[in-house]
């Protein structure tokens, strides 16, 4: 059993940068698994939508292109934690940020595909 953990969110003028971050417990990156750990958000009103990927292995990652340029994921191993930094946010970035993750090399933007999620994290962009 993965438990992945998400904090970082909140209250954040529009324009500022923000830092999430997704912990997972129960599991060592790459020792021996290695995972795809996705960003997910939900906004007021609309379905869930895939935002980021990373493999823990390499790095790899994989970005929405709606948020390419201002959304970056990255990892530290070693704290077994996963970071998604958000620069210039925008009012529609509002939404509850959900971490995912799966064993294995997937970076797939489809819910689906992951088998561990965290309860969630608000983040509040306002003018």
């Known amino acids: 059993q993965v438990d992945v953990v998400e904090s970082g969110g909140g209250l954040v003028q529009a324009g500022d940068s923000l830092r999430l971050s997704c912990t997972a417990a129960g599991i060592i990156f790459n020792n021996p698994d290695d995972l795809t750990v996705g960003w997910f958000r939900q906004a007021p009103g609309k379905e869930r939508e895939f935002v980021a990927a990373i493999w823990t292995l390499t790095g790899a990652t994989r970005v929405a292109s709606e948020v390419e340029g201002r959304f970056t994921i990255s990892r530290v191993n070693a704290r077994n934690t996963v970071y998604l930094t958000i620069n210039s946010l925008h009012l529609e970035d509002t939404a509850v940020y959900y971490c995912?993750?799966?064993?294995?090399?997937?970076?797939?933007?489809?819910?689906?595909?992951?088998?561990?999620w965290g309860p969630g994290t608000q983040v509040t962009v306002f003018s």
């Open positions: 995912a993750a799966v064993r294995g090399q997937r970076l797939s933007d489809a819910e689906g595909r992951y088998d561990y």
